[in-house]
T-cell receptor
Framework: GESVGLHLPTLSVQEGDNSIINCAYS??????FIWYKQESGKGPQFIID?????DKRQGQRVTVLLNKTVKHLSLQIAATQPGDSAVYFC???????????FGKGTSLLVTP | KAGVTQTPRYLIKTRGQQVTLSCSPI?????VSWYQQTPGQGLQFLFE???????NKGNFPGRFSGRQFSNSRSEMNVSTLELGDSALYLC????????????FGQGTRLTVV
C-alpha cells in the first residue's frame, strides 16, 4: 500500500554542523507534509510544514525541501545543537483521509 | 494559549479491562485525531473527529472507539484490553478542517499487564 518511509534510521552529527534528514513517500496524491520532532517521553512537536504547491519552505534554522518528481522530502537543520537530538518524523496527508501517515522516524544524535 | 492536554499521563490496566483516555484540544481547534505509538509499529492513525463527527477511522479492531463532545474535547475507549494494546496514545488537534498544522499532546502511556 501507499507509505511514507525514512531513509536513515539514525544520524549522528557534530554540534554546529548542518543536518539533513530524508523522507520518501509513495502516495502521489499527498498534498501536505509535516515534520515533527519527538524527544524522549514527549509527544511529537510540530517543526515545519509544506504544501505540494511549494518546493521549499524555511523556518528558524530549518528548511524543508519537497521534490514531487521523485517523491522525496528533506529536513535541513542549520548549525545543529545538542537540543536538536531527538527522533524526527515526516508525515503526509492526502487531505482525503483526514489522517497523517507517519514514517518510521530518524534518530538524530548531536555530539559535542 | 494552552496546548493539547491529555489525561491521564500514565495508566496501568489488567488484561480484559477497559480504559478511557481524554484529550482537550487547543482552544478553538475543532479537529481531534488519535494515534497509537509503539516501538514496532511507529505512529498509527486511530480516528479523527471534526465537530463531533468521526470522519475517518484507522485499521484497528472495534474494541477501539472514540467520541468528540460539543466543546471539541475527545475521549477514546479501549475495551477488553490486550497486552498488545500497551502503547503511547497521542492526541492531536488542528484548527483547520483539513487537519493541517496538527499539534500533539504529551500522550497517555498505557501499560496492560
Amino acid at each position: 500500500g501507499e507509505s511514507v518511509g525514512l531513509h536513515l534510521p539514525t544520524l549522528s552529527v557534530q554540534e554546529g554542523d548542518n543536518s539533513i534528514i530524508n523522507c520518501a513517500y509513495s502516495n502521489s496524491a499527498s498534498d501536505y507534509f509535516i515534520w515533527y520532532k519527538q524527544e524522549s517521553g514527549k509527544g511529537p512537536q510540530f517543526i515545519i510544514d509544506i504544501r505540494s504547491n511549494m518546493d521549499k519552505r524555511q523556518g528558524q534554522r530549518v528548511t524543508v525541501l519537497l521534490n514531487k518528481t521523485v517523491k522525496h522530502l528533506s529536513l535541513q537543520i542549520a548549525a545543529t545543537q545538542p537540543g536538536d537530538s531527538a527522533v524526527y518524523f515526516c508525515a503526509e496527508n492526502s487531505n482525503s483521509g483526514y489522517a497523517l501517515n507517519f514514517g518510521k522516524g530518524t534518530s538524530l544524535l548531536v555530539t559535542p | 494559549k494552552a496546548g493539547v492536554t491529555q489525561t491521564p499521563r500514565y495508566l496501568i490496566k489488567t488484561r480484559g479491562q477497559q480504559v478511557t483516555l481524554s484529550c482537550s484540544p487547543i482552544s478553538g481547534h475543532r479537529s481531534v485525531s488519535w494515534y497509537q505509538q509503539t516501538p514496532g509499529q511507529g505512529l498509527q492513525f486511530l480516528f479523527e473527529y471534526f465537530s463531533e463527527t468521526q470522519r475517518n477511522k484507522g485499521n484497528f479492531p472495534g474494541r477501539f472507539s472514540g467520541r468528540q463532545f460539543s466543546n471539541s474535547r475527545s475521549e477514546m475507549n479501549v475495551s477488553t484490553l490486550e497486552l498488545g494494546d500497551s502503547a503511547l496514545y497521542l492526541c492531536a488537534s488542528s484548527l483547520e478542517a483539513d487537519n493541517t498544522e496538527a499539534f500533539f499532546g504529551q500522550g497517555t502511556r498505557l501499560t496492560v499487564v
